[in-house]
């Protein structure tokens, strides 16, 4: 008789074996990559319970290690050591297998297409209660918690910009820098090009965004400015670098390089 498998993290009520997952590969194709990225998202489906099997199903082809239902309850799908399937084609920091080197979590709501509604109260102390325990078992630096949005702008939005960033990084998880206040004032948007408009994508690669730095303000970069946007920036996500967005960026890069020389 063997026993019942326990959770990695004392957050999770119980295991819940989903057999969506593999083995960790470092960047060479080696086995045994340890996880230093947290990746938030939400379900986008009306009912938890449904969710939660679709990501059980071995037809889904797709996981993440933790579960967390509406009223806070969580379970673990798949072995934080296991490379668990939930970031599908993403980038970031010049990584393209982020399900190697990244934790994932499935946050229980029904997402834009479900009109957005609110996370319940239970539910986000729960989330960062476990990220933070994550992030302190496996020293997951603040600039890598990150939302699906941001390692793959234009094909994700989730968890969206109703989640409690700032809210997190007062709790000691992410990376969190006051939104400078939207005024008018020189923008850039999609049709521009030019140094400017490179600048700002060196920028966006810098934080860790998978942008090419070309110059042209195309449909790509405008996708990126709207996950950046929609984590860190919320009041208005329109896909255009206005200067509150831009200074948003700088501050945020500011932080990062203070937090990674702390
Ligand atoms: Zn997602």
Request: with cysteine; hydrophobic share 35%.
């Amino acid at each position: 008789m063997t026993e019942p498998a326990k959770p990695d993290s004392r957050f999770a009520a119980k295991v819940f074996p989903s057999p969506n997952h593999g083995e960790r590969k470092g960047r060479d194709g080696a086995p045994g990559r340890r996880p230093d990225m947290l990746v938030l998202h939400y379900t986008g489906m009306p009912d938890a319970g449904e969710a939660l099997q679709w990501l059980c199903n071995p037809i889904a082809q797709v996981s993440a290690h933790y579960f967390v239902f509406e009223n806070g309850h969580t379970l673990q799908l798949v072995p934080e050591g296991r490379r668990a399937w939930h970031a599908g084609t993403s980038h970031w920091a010049g990584e393209t297998d982020i399900n190697s080197c990244s934790i994932g979590i499935e946050i229980a709501n029904p997402g834009h297409p479900g009109g957005l509604p609110d996370f319940p109260e239970e539910q986000i102390a729960t989330t960062l209660n476990l990220c933070r325990d994550i992030c302190e078992r496996w020293s997951v630096p603040p600039e890598r918690v990150l939302a699906h949005s941001d390692i793959a702008p234009g094909r994700k939005i989730d968890p969206g910009e109703k989640f409690p960033w700032q809210r997190f990084a007062e709790g000691g998880v992410g990376l969190w820098s006051e939104p400078a206040p939207i005024r008018g004032g020189r923008y850039f948007a999609r049709g521009d090009a030019g140094q400017p408009v490179e600048a700002l994508q060196a920028m966006f690669a810098m934080l860790g965004y998978g942008v090419a730095v070309d110059g042209i303000y195309d449909e790509k970069l405008e996708a990126v400015v709207a996950a950046f946007q929609r984590h860190w920036r919320p009041e208005k996500v329109d896909g255009v670098a206005d200067s509150s967005t831009i200074t948003t960026l700088r501050d945020l890069l500011a932080a990062t390089q203070s937090a990674r020389t702390a």
